[in-house]
C-alpha cells in the first residue's frame, strides 16, 4: 500500500510502508544549479509511536529524537531516486528529510520534509486448531490465538466450506 504525500515542492513522490519499512521516492529538479551532485542523504527520525489494547488506541509523541541519517540511501547515482529504510519500529511515525550532497557544501539545498509510517505488527494465526463432535450437520471447534501483535482484537472470522467427497 502506498499513501501519496502532497508537497509544495512535489519532491516527494510516493511512500510505501510495512511492519518496520518504507520505500521513499523522490523526484529531483532537472536544474542541478551549482551542485556538482555527490550522493543523496535521508535521515529519519522517530515521531510517534502507537499503541493499541482493547478498546483502546493511542500515539504518543516521542519528544527529543535525534536525526538518524540512513546509510543504505546514500544513492551515488542522481537519478537513483528510490530507497527502503529498514529497521524501524513498529506502528509508528517518522519525520523523513532529503537533499541532495554536492562536491561543495556550500552549494547543497535545504533538506525537504516529509512524514512516513510503519504498520502494526498483525496477529498471528491461529494455532491448535481442533474439530471435536462432528455430526452430520455440526462440529465444535476450538483454537488457541496465535501471538498478539499490535492487533485491536475485534472479532474472530471462522469461515466453513462443504466438502464434496468424490468430486
Not at 519528544?63 to 530507497?83: F, L
Request: hydrophobic share 30%; with cysteine.
Amino acid at each position: 500500500r502506498c499513501t501519496f504525500e502532497e508537497m509544495e515542492d512535489q519532491e516527494f513522490d510516493q511512500v510505501c510502508m510495512d511492519h518496520t519499512s518504507f520505500v521513499l521516492s523522490w523526484s529531483y529538479p532537472e536544474d542541478p544549479k551549482d551542485c556538482r551532485f555527490r550522493n543523496w542523504s535521508i535521515e529519519v527520525r522517530l515521531d510517534q509511536k502507537c499503541f493499541a489494547r482493547k478498546n483502546f488506541f493511542r500515539c504518543n509523541d516521542v519528544p527529543n529524537q535525534d536525526w538518524v541519517y540512513v546509510p543504505e540511501c546514500a544513492n551515488t547515482r542522481r537519478e537513483q531516486t528510490s530507497c527502503t529504510v529498514r529497521g524501524l519500529t513498529t506502528y509508528a511515525f517518522y519525520d523523513v528529510r532529503i537533499r541532495e550532497r554536492c562536491s561543495d557544501p556550500t552549494a547543497e539545498a535545504d533538506f525537504v520534509n516529509t512524514t512516513a509510517e510503519t504498520y502494526p505488527q498483525p496477529a498471528g494465526t491461529p494455532e491448535n486448531v481442533t474439530i471435536t463432535s462432528p455430526t452430520p450437520f455440526s462440529f465444535h471447534l476450538t483454537w488457541d490465538p496465535g501471538a498478539e501483535g499490535e492487533c485491536v482484537y475485534s472479532y474472530w472470522d471462522v469461515q466453513v466450506r462443504e466438502r464434496r467427497v468424490g468430486s
